[in-house]
């Protein structure tokens, strides 16, 4: 079992910033690709950016492409969101997932290959 804690959320401004952490524990998870979703009220669980088990190759979200980047430390098992020029619209939950499969070519883009996720985090965009 992997368990996933994320942090970081809050309130900021829109064309603020925000730095979203989720850190891994029960086993590792540097064999797995990782990804970062997001829930507005109302909407599905969408995802934001995604990371292989190596960090070599990253997608993201065509809304949040050039403003948010994803990475990761095996090291630490953790996973990271660094969020620049937030907007309205990027309010949200936040959650981190882990992929169901090892070395999987590409990480996964649909929320079903996710098998592990945390709790999530708020993300609040002031107008």
């Known amino acids: 079992q992997v368990q996933l804690a994320e942090s970081g959320g809050g309130l900021v401004q829109t064309g603020g910033s925000l730095r979203l952490s989720c850190a891994a524990s029960?086993?590792?998870?540097?064999?797995?690709?990782m990804g970062w979703f997001r829930q507005a009220p109302g909407k599905e669980r969408e995802l934001v950016a995604s990371i292989t088990e190596n960090g070599a190759r990253t997608s993201y979200a065509a809304t949040v492409k050039g403003r948010f980047t994803i990475s990761r430390d095996n090291r630490k098992s953790a996973v990271y969101l660094q969020m620049n020029s937030l907007q309205p619209e990027d309010t949200a939950v936040y959650y981190c997932?882990?992929?169901?499969?090892?070395?999987?070519?590409?990480?996964?883009?649909?929320?079903?290959?996710?098998?592990?996720w945390g709790q999530g985090t708020q993300v609040t965009v002031s107008s």
């Open positions: 029960g086993r590792s998870v540097s064999t797995y690709a």
């Open positions: 997932a882990v992929d169901r499969l090892q070395y999987r070519l590409g990480a996964p883009q649909s929320r079903y290959d996710y098998a592990y």
